[in-house]
Nanobody, 120 residues
């Protein structure tokens, strides 16, 4: 099927930066969009940012101006550059791919999640 491998999480001080990467592989037939969601303890999973194949982006209001999503279509990889990070950005970040595998219906695929902690 489809596999998503995330990297780049960790511990950062308030005001610092991190960059997340997510590479998709497997029997990919087409991708509509890739993006990042996050889930903090006791809260629902929420969209952070997404980008379509044509480059259209969407951001949560809480990260606009601080986070930037980008995508390398040739590598099926999506990046999330996070700047000016705050403690409220602490969460498990999940990579998402909306698309389809060969001989399968369109679906959402998820990475395993990577922990991001913002603390002094």
């Amino acid at each position: 099927q489809v596999q998503l491998v995330e990297s780049g999480g960790g511990l950062v001080q308030p005001g610092g930066s991190l960059r997340l990467s997510c590479a998709a592989s497997g029997r990919l037939a087409g991708i509509n969009s890739m993006g990042w969601y996050r889930q903090a303890p006791g809260k629902d999973r929420e969209l952070v940012a997404s980008v379509t194949t044509t480059g259209s982006t969407n951001y949560a209001d809480s990260v606009k101006g601080r986070f930037t999503i980008s995508r390398d279509n040739a590598k099926n990889t999506v990046y999330l550059q996070m700047n000016s990070m705050q403690p409220e950005d602490t969460a498990v970040y999940y990579c998402n791919l909306n698309g389809r595998a060969w001989f399968a219906a369109p679906s959402n695929y998820w990475g395993q999640g990577t922990q991001v902690t913002v603390s002094s």
